[in-house]
């Protein structure tokens, strides 16, 4: 399996006096197109590790590699993290004299992007997530979720293989941070794109793929999110008619009407094969 994200022994210790260890020898793999949660108490580091993994602070000792490249020997940062990640922050620092499309179009100022593809990019980016209607507004004219959606669309601007986002459901109420998350999950599926997302929020956790718990600088769990459909398949199969079924009794099938059964029976033979 490929990873994107590989960090070895990453640590991080702040201060000289009273030293805070942020980050405590972590060591974690991310596979390209997984959707990770980072979750954990205040303080244990989650924050730290972003930074880290999109080389916005140096570790004290340890690796990050990206893309199988250790971020210590990137010549360039700046160039580096301008082409290959992506942020989302809680507070969506976008600029307020700016509109919506300048926004997004600042991420590709630096870039080999001519005037005219960065303007319809951004025009892209900005209708992908649900705002084309909104490209002429200032950030003072949007909603909370709305300029959520514009540092998303930012975020994208470059095509990064990688979108790290702290806490971006923050700041707005379950609806709209739930509807942030719908539209990561989405560009997930869509665009392949790597998503390592910072929340207090279980909702949002439960969307993920994983979930990593952090404490005082450590990864104290790595949970896997069951498929849904593959939890109800095992409760059902768990149940006295999941059993009868499973175990080829033929009365046990009659409960169910055709279709369904052909559906069972097509997924249970695809299962054990
Ligand atoms: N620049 C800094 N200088 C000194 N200590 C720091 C610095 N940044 C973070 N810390 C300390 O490192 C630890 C981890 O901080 P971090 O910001 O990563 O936590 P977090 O998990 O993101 O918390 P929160 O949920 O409150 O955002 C904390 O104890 C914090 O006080
Ligand atoms: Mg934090």
New binding site residues.
Partial sequence: MEHIIETQSLTKV??DGAQ?R?LDDVSIQIAKGEFVAVM??????????LNMLGALDLPSSGKVLINGQDLQTVKNLDAFRAQTVGFVFQLHNLIPTLNALENVEVPMMGQPVGRGERRKRAEELLSMVGLGDRMHHLPNQLSGGQRQRVAIARSLANKPSLVLA??PTGNLDSQSGSEVINLLRELNRDLKTTFVV?T?DLAVARQTDRVLV?HD?KIADDHRVGNPFEEDLKTFLGSGLGQAIFSGDPNALEVLRPQQRVALQNLLANRSS
């Fill in positions: 702040y201060g805070v942020a954990g108490p205040s303080g244990s580091g989650k924050s730290t590790l702290d806490e910072v207090h952090m600088g």
